[in-house]
């Protein structure tokens, strides 16, 4: 089994910048892809951003492009997502998630198979 543990949410100002850690207790996998979701009131839990296992591959949502960064530390079994030129529209609460046994980037919500608890993150205007 494997638990995830996100930190580093809280409020800023429109322009300002946050750092997310997800750490990961429990199993090991040896090759996994890590992502980060967010989710806003009253809207569906959208894809941010996604790091393959060796940390080379990355990809993210359009709107995130340029201004969050997604990596992971595998010995400190730590995933983080930094974000820079923060807009109220980035309101949500983040989660961290793992899909386990692939080499690939996953988009797809569905593929993950542990999620984190999430941490809130509010950007004023």
């Known amino acids: 089994q494997l638990e995830l543990v996100e930190s580093g949410g809280g409020l800023v100002q429109a322009g300002g910048s946050l750092k997310l850690s997800c750490v990961r207790f429990?199993?090991?996998?040896?090759?996994?892809?890590m992502g980060w979701f967010r989710q806003a009131p009253g809207k569906e839990r959208e894809f941010v951003a996604a790091i393959n296992w060796s940390g080379r591959e990355t990809d993210y949502a359009d709107s995130m492009k340029g201004r969050f960064t997604i990596s992971r530390e595998n010995a400190k079994n730590t995933v983080y997502l930094q974000m820079n030129s923060l807009k109220p529209e980035d309101t949500a609460v983040y989660f961290c998630a793992a899909a386990p046994d692939t080499t690939l980037i996953v988009r797809t919500r569905a593929r993950y198979d542990y999620w984190g608890q999430g941490t809130q993150v509010t950007v004023s205007s």
């Open positions: 429990g199993r090991a996998f040896s090759h996994d892809c």
